[in-house]
């Protein structure tokens, strides 16, 4: 869809005597073989006039000269001036001349221009190779997709000085295609590494979570450290490194070794499963003592606290931080799971999105002691249990109890939770049988205050 949009929009400027170039990450794309997620154009033609030719689009970044037409966005050249917030250029200016807007942008292999139209002639059978005759290069950014290298455009200190986020998006784009760093630009994100705070969370929040989900989170995640950007926008998970942890259960060593094999094991991750095994055991560090062996007693509990402040920090949604939590809060149980009571166990089962959480303690085990038991117990009973199973219609109901003669008071909860835990156990089935239990642990309802 974008791609044919793309075309049909560059035909336009082309006709009416305006350039358009695709650029940026889908000609990196291209040329790399993977799908482009969107395509963008520059062009020389003036916001206004591009809204007169496309009447239908949207004006969606007035000072940056940015038109979004049909999902497409078209931008006007132009060159940057006087960054002031780190983040966001104060002066813009409109080019006529595109090697001025390429100049302006991070890498190497973001600013590469190819003519839309070159497109048109493709089909899947086209050799990628052929495309490169056809790239109009003013950076060296084809030698370095060539290469695999990941280089700021100019000199990457003020690329970086103007827009602090870059830092993060050089690992991101390193770890995301296995490209390697190119020295220099390395050693200015290592001297401008703690300007990233001062970039906003929900920025910081985005990186992160592509590079814990676009691929090679664990090469990800090594590249923050050694940059000193990890220390800076995730301290918690920086402390991890050195903390030593039982041989007997974890003999491939500290919890940031632990934790970097989960994530290397992480495929095609959801949000929130990348991010409850990076923060599963954040709160070993504060906790972490030795009695008869090395323990860390407490370690869930303020697991939550801290991943909770973390995740709170970088403004995710709620409904992302309870599932984040509720992973890290559960991560642990599975080692009971054999010994549990059909209730318990149940309850267990039926968490809200339980596959995370069983595929978090199959990471936990591969990468720890390698034992899988529970996780195929676990796996096999929550196969084996429809939802009718794992959550069936209740015998009774406070209008229930009322309705028995019951008053309503702190005793209903626990009432309604053992009628329940008996019913998830197969030993009631009536609602007749329901109101016997309760009667018979609880007393008649003359004798409830």
């Not at 929550?382 to 019951?406: M, N, Q």
Request: glycine share 6%; net charge negative.
């Amino acid at each position: 869809m974008g791609r044919e949009t793309a075309i049909t929009i560059a035909t336009e400027l082309h006709a009416r005597g305006f350039q358009a170039w695709l650029v940026g990450g889908c000609v990196r794309d291209l040329l790399l073989g993977r799908k482009p997620e969107d395509y963008d154009i520059a062009t020389d033609a003036r916001p206004e006039q591009l809204l007169e030719i496309f009447p239908k689009a949207q004006l969606v970044g007035a000072q940056f000269g940015v038109v979004l037409v049909d999902g497409v966005e078209v931008a006007t050249f132009r060159s940057d001036h006087s960054y002031q917030d780190g983040r966001h250029p104060s002066e813009v200016r409109f080019e006529t001349d595109v090697a001025q807007d390429v100049l302006r942008r991070d890498f190497t292999i973001n600013a590469l221009l190819l003519d839309p139209s070159s497109l048109a002639s493709m089909n899947s059978l086209t050799p990628l190779d052929s495309l490169n005759s056809q790239i109009v290069d003013y950076v060296g950014g084809l030698a370095d997709l060539r290469s695999h290298i990941i280089r700021a455009i100019g000199d990457p200190a003020q690329r970086f000085a103007e827009d602090h986020l870059r830092m993060l998006r050089a690992i991101r784009f390193a770890a995301r295609f296995g490209f390697e760093i190119e020295p220099g630009t390395m050693l200015a994100i290592k001297k401008l590494h703690d300007r990233i705070t001062r970039v906003s969370p929900e920025r910081i929040r985005e990186e992160l979570t592509k590079i814990l989900t676009e691929g090679s989170p664990r090469r990800g995640f090594e590249l923050l450290d050694a940059s000193g950007l990890l220390a800076d926008i995730l301290p918690e998970v920086a402390a991890m490194k050195g903390v030593q942890q039982p041989p007997e259960f974890h003999p491939e060593g500290d919890v940031w070794t632990h934790t970097l094999m989960m994530l290397e094991g992480l495929q095609s991750p959801t949000v929130t499963l990348a991010w409850g095994v990076l923060l599963h055991d954040v709160g070993k560090p504060g906790t972490f003592r030795i009695a008869d062996r090395i323990r860390f007693d407490g370690h869930v509990e303020l697991g939550e606290r801290l991943g909770r402040g973390i995740l709170n920090r970088l403004r995710f949604s709620n409904a992302d931080i309870e599932q984040v939590i509720a992973l890290i809060a559960n991560h642990m149980r599975f080692k009971h799971v054999t010994e549990m009571r059909d209730s318990k166990l149940k309850r267990m089962l039926r968490m809200d999105r339980f596959e995370e959480h069983l595929e978090l303690h199959r990471l936990d085990c591969a990468s720890s002691h390698g034992h899988f038991e529970n996780y195929e117990f676990a796996k096999r009973k929550f196969e084996e249990s429809p939802p009718e199973i794992l959550r069936p219609a209740r015998l009774v109901t406070g209008d229930d109890l009322i309705a028995a003669a019951y008053r309503p008071g702190p005793d209903f909860a626990r009432m309604l939770e053992v009628v329940e835990d008996a019913q998830l156990e197969s030993k009631i089935q009536t609602k007749d049988e329901a109101l016997e239990l309760v009667k018979s642990l609880f007393g008649s309802p003359n004798r409830v205050p």
